[in-house]
């Protein structure tokens, strides 16, 4: 068994990551966070919105992810993300606008469908922020 697994995030797009890393969490659509280490079981499950965690070289980085499917191996995990950004792709003055305008439609939402996109809106600029390592991304 080996010390490392390939983790490559690839959306419609682009290749968005792709080296070896020491170990990964990435969200699941309906259990939570997975942790994955070298000589994992197989499985494919789909994914939910929020942030891939790896370390590399002793650190710790993220990206961010919203849907898709992962496949883990024992040696790789393929990331198939709808969408999905490292921090330097991130524009922060965008996301926290984005932040400041979801928390007017939360304020402002007089219907549960309302409330609920704005809620999805705000966690996906909280997402993005924390990414980012933005103090305002610390509410995710």
């Known amino acids: 068994m080996t010390d490392s697994i390939l983790l490559e995030v690839l959306t419609p797009e682009r290749r968005v990551f792709s080296a070896e890393v020491a170990e990964l969490q990435f969200p699941t659509a309906d259990r939570?966070?997975?942790?994955?280490?070298?000589?994992?079981?197989?499985?494919?499950?789909?994914?939910?919105?929020?942030?891939?965690?790896?370390?590399?070289?002793?650190?710790?980085?993220?990206?961010?992810?919203?849907?898709?499917?992962?496949?883990?191996?024992?040696?790789?995990?393929?990331?198939?993300?709808?969408i999905s950004e490292t921090a330097e792709m991130i524009d922060v003055e965008r996301a926290e606008a984005a932040r400041v305008r979801a928390l007017k439609a939360l304020k402002d939402a007089q219907t549960t469908p309302d409330m609920d996109e704005a809620e999805a809106r705000l966690r996906a600029s909280l997402i993005r922020l924390t990414a980012a390592g933005h103090p305002g991304g610390h509410g995710f």
């Open 32 to 82: 939570g966070y997975y942790g994955i280490l070298p000589g994992h079981t197989p499985l494919i499950t789909p994914l939910g919105d929020g942030l891939i965690t790896f370390t590399m070289d002793a650190q710790k980085h993220l990206l961010t992810v919203f849907g898709g499917f992962a496949e883990v191996g024992p040696d790789h995990v393929t990331i198939l993300a709808r």
